[in-house]
Structure formats: C-alpha cells, structure tokens
C-alpha cells in the first residue's frame, strides 16, 4: 500500500530541524513533562510550566483588542445590526464600522468567496493605513490579503523558485519558516550571518561574500530576505542600515522580501520601524527601480491574533504579466479566510481620533506595547547579569537571544548523550524550573555559538517569578560544570 | 530588475486555462459588462447578470445557518459570554455550544495558534460526526482541519508527488482546482473520462486503461481522484460503482483521495452519499488494506460559508512515519484560522434531537436543500426541453453540466471569431440575456462535445424569470445557424 511507506516527497530533502515552528515538535518534551505533571501533581519542583518557547501571544494571556472582537463579533452576524439589544453590548463604533464592512461585501452576509487578493474595500483600508504610517502612496490593487504572513511568504517562493539553481538570501540565525518554504518548493537557501557583535545588524560586506559565492557556486540569486524587526534575534535596523540594504539589493537586482511582522513590536526609544518601502521611496527610487515585497500580519504586535490568520503582503515593482500569474496562483486556494481579511483592514485601519471608541483602544494598545517593553528590558537585563551569558537588547519583535558561553565539562557531557549543547541546556533548564526555551541550534545560529531563544510574552508577575529560578539554575549548572 | 520580468516559475507549465476557479478569470467579461451596465443603465435588454458561473451560494443570497452563525459570533467576543443581555440576542443552545468551545482553546479567547492539525476538541467533535454519519469509528488524529478543502488538496499533492514521474488520476470533465493544483507541485495529471451516456458515472475499464497507459509511458501512478457528488458533472455514485472503485484502487495499490465535499447536495431520491471509508469498511477493508482520504468543507452543502475556508481531510491507512511528515508540512502555515475549524466542528456536530435549536436548524438546512433540488430539477428539465441540448439529471453537487449539440455553421462562426464553440455560444448567451454560465472548454469535455456548466444557486424567483429568457436565446440562435 502506497501510503503505508509513502516515499514522501519531502524525505528527500527535507529539513532537520527538529524543534521546528511554535506548532509542531518541541512541544513533545514538553507535551511530556505536562502529563507527567498532571498525572503526579507537586511531582516537580515547580508548581507549572513557563512557556516561552512559543511566540503565541494570546495563549499566554495576552487580551484580544476589543474593538477588533467587537466588529469580528457583528460580521460574524450581520442580524446583530438590525437589533436594538445590540446597542447594550457593543460600542457605537464597533457596530459602524461592522456595518459599512457588511456593506461591501459579496452577499453581505461574510461567507461568500471573495476575490482571490481579498475584499476591495479591506484593501483600501490596508492601503490607506500603509500610506498614513509611510508618507509615501499605496494602491489597493498591490495588496493581497492572506492567512497570515506564512500563506504570504509560501506563495512569493512559489513564484520565485524555478529549480534547486535558484537562490534566496536569508538571515542567520534564522527563522524557520524560510529554510522550510524554499526547500518545500525546490530552491536552495543561501543563508548570510547577522553580526551578533554589531546588535545583530546587516553587513553589507558580509552580505555580498555570500551573494558572490552562492554565484560562483552556479546559483542564480534571486530574492533577499530582511526581517526587521529580527526574529530570533530581536534588533531594530537602523536607518542607514536600511539604505545600504536597498542600494544592494536595487544594484544586484534582487527582489526585497521584508519580513515586517514585528513594525508594532518596537521598544527602544532610539530606534524606529521604517518600511523598507518608505526607505526605497524616501532615496528616490520608485517601482521601476527595485522590487519589494512586504509581509505583515495580524498575528503579533497588539494584535497577537495567531489563530485568525490574517495577514496582507504588499507586492511593488512587479511587471503586469507577472501580477496577473501571482493572482492566479492566490487564486488556487480561492480566497484567504474572511475573519482574518477583516482584522488586518482593523489593524493596519484602526480607530482615529475623535472615534468614541479611540481612546479605549489606545488605552488596550499601549498596555500591551509598554508591557512588552518593560518585560524585554527585564528579560534581557536577567541574561545579561548572568555569568557566562551575554544578551544583546530586545529592541523589537518578541524574543531575547541570549547566547550562553558554555564551559567545556558542559560541552562534553551534552556530547556524551548525543546532544547539541544549547538543547542540553535547554532541557535541564526544563526539567529544573518549568521554563520552556528552544535552543539555537533550532535556527542555525553561528558555528561553535550557543543560545536559547526565550520569548517575552509570558505576564509580568510570572517573569517576575521566573528570574530569580532562572538565576538560581544557571549558577548551578555552571557551578557543576 | 527581477520583479519586472520575473520569469515566473509556473510559466513553464502553468495551465493554459482561460476560465478558472470562481474567484480568478472569466470574471472578467462578465465584470466588464457589470461596468457597462452601470454606466449605462437600460443599455442592455435584460435588468441584470444571473450569476450561473459561481459556486458562491452566499453571494447569490442562501442565507447562512443561524446556529452557526452564533456560535461563531460569541467565540468571537468571549466577553459576551458573561453578559446577561446576551440571552436577548442569541439562543441558549448557542451560547451553551460556545461555551463549551471556548473552553476547550488555547487561552481561552480563540485567538492563540492552535495545533497545525487543528484543535483538539473540534476535531474530536468532527470524528463523532463521521462515525455517526458512516457507522464505522474515526479517530481525531486522523483529521486534518485545513483552511477549505483546496488546502487540503493542495497539501496532499505536495505530499504525494515527488516529481513529473508521478501521476495522479482525476475525471474527466474535471474541476480545474485538480489540474492546477497537480501542474503546481511538478507532477502530471492522468485523464480519465466520465461516461455522460452513463449518468457521469465512472467505468473501470476506461480507468484501468488510462492507468496502463501512464504506466507504458513511465509514469508511476499514486492516486485517484474521485468527486462525488460530482464537480462539474452533478452526479451520485451508486454503490456498485463505489464498490468496483475502491476494489480498483486496492488492488493498484493506489491511494483513494476522495473528495467528498458536496455530501450534504444530493437532491434524488433513489440515490444517497455514502463516503468511500465507509464504502471500503463495508466491504471489510480496513487500513491495512487501503489508504484514503477523505475531503470536506463548509463551502457547500447547507452551510455555503466558502469565504470562512473551513474544511477536514480525514487520512486512513498511512503509516505513522507519513503522518508525521504530513504534520510537519502543515506546520509550514502554522494552524488553519480558528474561524473555520469553528464551523467545519459545527457543520460535523450539528444540534441533536432535544437541543433548543434542533427544529429551527433542521427547517433551514430542510429549507436550503428542498429548494436546491427543486432548482436542480428546474434547470435540468429546463435544459433537456431544448432543441439540440441534452442534460443528464442534477443528482447532487450545484451544477448543471448539459451538452449543446451545437450546429456547424456555429461552429464555423466561433473559429472565425478565434473562440472555441461552448465559448462562443456562452458569449453570446450572456450578451443577449445576461445569464452567465462557464463553457465547458474549461473543464477539458470530451474531445467533439461542448457543453456549459450553470449552477443552480441562483434563487427559484431568478430561476424562474431567467428559463424563458434561456429558451428565447437558445431558440433563436439555433435558428440563426
């Protein structure tokens, strides 16, 4: 029987990432440690487990917006809008703006097909929020609007990868997603190091030494990605940065994929997210100078809607044939989901001053914003203060990368079990506090490094708890050691 | 620059298919006469398009379930849970339903990713529902809830095919989304015919012949596509087919992908839906024997919620190491939206005999089903009462697919107009009546046959005013030629 030892496509060339993505492996030893838990309660020396192993915002009590629920709420059921009672449960606004949304669409009921890129009048919204936050022009007719950023990123490699000859610049360490989706569709990854000396900023240098070998190694490169703010690895790019970037990419002819998930996830007073549209556009380059494309998404930054999937990517400097060969392709899945179309018109379209519900919203927003701050800088602070620990600042995203100078006894006893030492790390961290980390080697960090990924998301009373039992394990496995 | 001339990678054998999926092509005469006509009202002899051409029930006025429509407002907006006001807007059944979901998610407020497969609960509640329906067990970690069944689809061909070696059988006339999908993932697609004269049914031979002559041509055939309720076709397998088609496959060694999501069309009564796992257990085989796997969505049936991208593929007889590969790559977009899963455990786990809502939900599914067949009923007899078109029965699914015998002299007026006939004559007909239909030239008829297909979601009011306009057209043309 064919599907009993499928010879499955992927094993050929298949990733070996084995804590791959929030949603898949990793979870299995910790899946593990939650049922013996369960089963045997006080079994452990620690009353639960601290996940932050997962970028999951909501899971870890992270609220929803309000006014995002509210009007996600009245589309779902347009019958609420015809209702008096409604008035008493949901904020005048929430309720106009659910209806002028029901308006535009198909049926007006929310459960029709729509267009492939996504409903016209959730395009405006998105492209009239993208022109207020850049300065510079934005047309509807340039976004689609898809199930998160990770629908979005698969389908530019779909377009972009022609054979394993073909090549995608992508940051080290990395982000899964990309090693994942360019060996999916038969391209070859062509990683370049992000300086972790230089806050885990872009060299230019570096860049093109990689460019220039994946060249004579036969590659034709086609795309670069840049994500900013980074993940794992947490930095803001700089402006100057950002140029540098732009000029490269325009020079070598590469398509920019921007991986900009993380513009709301910003921390430090001296940095700033800029698009790197805004950046192209403000050197005077415009859609026939360079090619870019732009992810965002609905699932972090205030939001932290995961589970929706919403998210839009913004398609520049791209001939009309090959629009129209992207619209057909979007068009194979039919439409990205309704729910996740309507929160990222909300997020990228939100309440403006003089709106009745403005201020609750800003209010919810900046809680959340601030929070995350003061739990980056708590975070990386802790790291930082460690022995043997060095952490540079999270001035963006979600996670700090703290990398971990580990001593030699160490090394060898992870080597004795067969494991890499981050992961070795990792596991007795577990198994000693209940705090969930993934190891760097999930994400190719630098030859003969070490780190451990930990998110920023859980709640301040439970960081506030967990540091001192962070302390408390690391001196003592370095003590041991 | 790359972008400008991107020499797009599905150029290279990209389909050559003019009239595809609802949401892309074919759309566009018809939106350029939408424009005329709002430009110039009373330019045209008829008030307004009759849109044949979609499979989008909501967009042609069926009115979602109310249930359903509840449950997914309240998981939406948690917070009215609490209210007591809530008991004026929404039935008890329906907030003890979200309750119980919400429940049962990460955080709590239906927000957070969930697993790749889906939520575990809603997947539990999709299980009882197909062993309910089939009378043979199904287990949760066999489900899959994906965004649509075209995900699903999709990520099956991702799986199965490994390169242009491997072929995947699918009817013919077929639905695109197959072809596309096949084209997509490097693989070739292997034709085989439908019998029209056979009520659309399938003969063995006629497969068994198609397989042998990929096998002569070096191909290794994987897996059968079969629809049913079929797409364009409209008919129901008997049993006995179903029976030959399952032996067929087992003893190929082929792996059964049936697509199953037009279960709840079926609108005759000597004919009823029996899934093919239910089918192959009824005949002994259990998942040592054969694999399959089954495709659902809430797009169709009483549901018509296409734009929500809601749907299960349920996967039997594959071993555990395939599974976990499965998983992997669906963990590459993360979760399907929560919206969806919502509705496909809804559609799965309807109210019961004894629920508040049962007899309000049984009268708008009865009501949405009684009218289908009777639409069905309509056009196929509208059709079959026209000279020189003859139209098999409308068993299930949403289409009519009748043949046009059409007259040489029209068929020498399409080649000079450089238009295949079907085109021609459904040009012509939406010139002359605004009805819009799909000529059968985009699902690869029968070499010789043209044919259109017309859905039978307009409503019965439109389908009334619409078979007189249809006659007159078609009388006329006939006559002209």
């Given at each position: 029987i064919i599907g009993h030892s499928l010879p499955v496509n992927l094993k050929k060339h298949w990733f070996d990432c084995t804590i791959f993505l929030s949603a898949y492996a990793g979870f299995r030893v910790i899946q593990r440690l939650e049922q013996e838990m369960e089963k045997s309660p006080g079994s452990r020396p620690f009353p639960e487990i601290t996940y932050c192993n997962l970028g999951n915002p909501q899971a870890l009590g992270q609220r929803p917006i309000t006014f995002f629920r509210e009007v996600l709420s009245l589309c779902d059921n347009p019958a609420l809008l015809r209702r008096d009672e409604t008035r008493m449960l949901f904020s005048p606004c929430a309720i106009n703006r659910a209806r002028k949304i029901i308006e535009s669409m198909p049926g007006r009921n929310s459960g029709a097909y729509t267009n492939s890129q996504g409903i016209r009048s959730l395009r405006e919204a998105v492209a009239s929020g993208i022109a207020a936050r850049d300065g510079f022009p934005s047309r509807p007719e340039d976004i689609f609007l898809t199930d998160g950023a990770s629908s979005a990123i698969n389908l530019s490699m779909q377009i972009l990868?022609?054979?394993?000859?073909d090549g995608v610049l992508c940051p080290l360490p990395e982000y899964p997603l990309y090693s994942a989706s360019i060996i999916l569709h038969g391209g070859t990854m062509v990683p370049y190091n992000l300086s972790e000396d230089g806050d885990w900023g872009l060299e230019i240098f570096e860049v093109k030494r990689c460019l220039e070998e994946a060249r004579i190694a036969g590659l034709t490169v086609r795309a670069m990605v840049i994500i900013n703010p980074g993940n794992p690895t947490g930095q803001v790019l700089s402006v100057t940065n950002q140029e540098e970037i732009v000029e490269f990419c325009r020079k070598e002819g590469l398509v920019m994929l921007a991986?900009?998930?993380?513009?709301?996830n910003v921390y430090v007073e001296d940095r700033k997210f800029h698009s790197f549209k805004k950046v192209a556009r403000s050197l005077g380059y415009d859609e026939n100078d360079i090619s870019i494309v732009s992810f965002h998404s609905v699932s972090m930054g205030f939001s932290g809607e995961c589970g929706r999937r919403g998210g839009y990517m913004e398609i520049c400097g791209f001939g009309d044939d090959v629009m129209d060969e992207i619209r057909k392709v979007a068009s194979v899945t039919l439409c990205p989901n309704i729910g996740g179309q309507i929160l990222t018109s909300l997020a990228m379209d939100p309440p403006k001053l003089g709106d009745g519900c403005f201020e609750n919203f800003m209010a919810e927003k900046e809680d959340i914003r601030l929070s995350l701050a003061k739990r980056a800088k708590t975070l990386a602070s802790a790291f930082s203060s460690l022995e043997g620990m060095t952490c540079n600042r999270?001035?963006?995203?979600?996670y700090a990368f703290p990398r971990i100078h580990l001593p030699a006894a160490a090394i060898k006893a992870a080597k004795a079990e067969g494991m890499s030492p981050d992961l070795f790390y990792a596991c007795r961290l577990l198994d000693a506090t209940g705090i969930a980390v993934v190891p760097g080697s999930g994400f190719h960090q630098a030859t003969g490094t070490w780190h451990i990924r930990c998110t920023i998301l859980p709640g301040e009373d439970k960081i506030k708890v967990m540091i001192p039992r962070l302390k408390e394990f690391h001196e003592s496995f370095m003590n041991e050691f």
């Open positions: 990868i022609r054979s394993q000859e991986d900009e998930v993380y513009q709301d999270v001035e963006g995203a979600i």
